[in-house]
């Protein structure tokens, strides 16, 4: 079955760490996003990717880094610039402006 | 800076009742798409209407759409109480992959 996996399910930083979250889709979609979800909010858009090798920033890309090296993988970084990471995290793919479809979404939390 | 508004932000009513969101959009857009989520999951897709289009249906959805005044509204008939949910639209800017989403309406449907 086609899908987008999103792992893992919950994540703990600890301050000044770099932790990756990790976005895989076999739906041979073109686009990927990642989202940041605060409690009770709507979702705010991280980055984004078009194709293979090239991305974009969304409105928050602060503290955040991300790769496209394969079509099917687009993982998250929250880099230690990133003050306030505790939220979750929704990765999501399309092809081309059709509907997104979501993963699951990781809960990071700090300790 | 979120693209999309939505109103109410919270809409309670009883079971067998209607329910109406609205949304505001800033920019023009390709498509607008609504989706539903549950507490703690990722967003399912609902349906998607072209800027073309004026009005959409979907089983118990109703969409509408009007360019001129950049607003939607989502109009569920006949409420269940699985309907409970969060319910958020999504726009993309002419030329682009990029989705944002509005702020969502916190539906709870009393039984």
């Known amino acids: 079955d086609g899908g987008i996996t999103q792992s893992p399910k919950y994540l703990f930083r600890k301050e000044g760490q770099n932790v990756t979250l990790s976005c895989e889709q076999n739906l041979n979609h073109d686009a990927m996003y990642w989202y940041r979800q605060d409690p009770g909010q709507g979702l705010r858009l991280i980055y984004y990717?078009?194709?293979?090798?090239?991305?974009q920033k969304g409105d928050i890309a602060e503290g955040y880094s991300v790769s496209r090296e394969k079509k099917e993988s687009f993982p998250l970084t929250v880099t230690s610039a990133q003050k306030n990471p505790t939220a979750f995290y929704l990765c999501a793919s399309s092809r081309g402006t059709e509907k997104l479809l979501f993963g699951s979404g990781t809960q990071l939390s700090v300790l | 800076s979120q693209q999309g508004e939505e109103d109410p932000q919270a809409l309670s009513i009883q079971e067998g009742e209607n329910a109406t969101m609205n949304c505001s959009y800033k920019t023009s857009i390709n498509n607008l798409q609504w989706y539903r989520q549950n507490s703690g999951r990722g967003l399912v897709h609902l349906i998607l209407i072209r800027s073309n289009e004026r009005e959409k249906h979907s089983g118990r959805l109703r969409v509408t759409l009007d360019t001129s005044k950049k607003s939607s509204s989502l109009l569920i008939t006949a409420s269940r109480a699985a309907d409970t949910a969060s319910y958020f639209c999504?726009?993309?800017?002419?030329?682009?992959?990029?989705?944002?989403f509005g702020t969502g309406t916190r539906l709870k449907v009393l039984a």
């Open positions: 990717s078009q194709i293979v090798n090239d991305f």
């Open positions: 999504a726009t993309d800017a002419i030329g682009t992959y990029k989705y944002i």
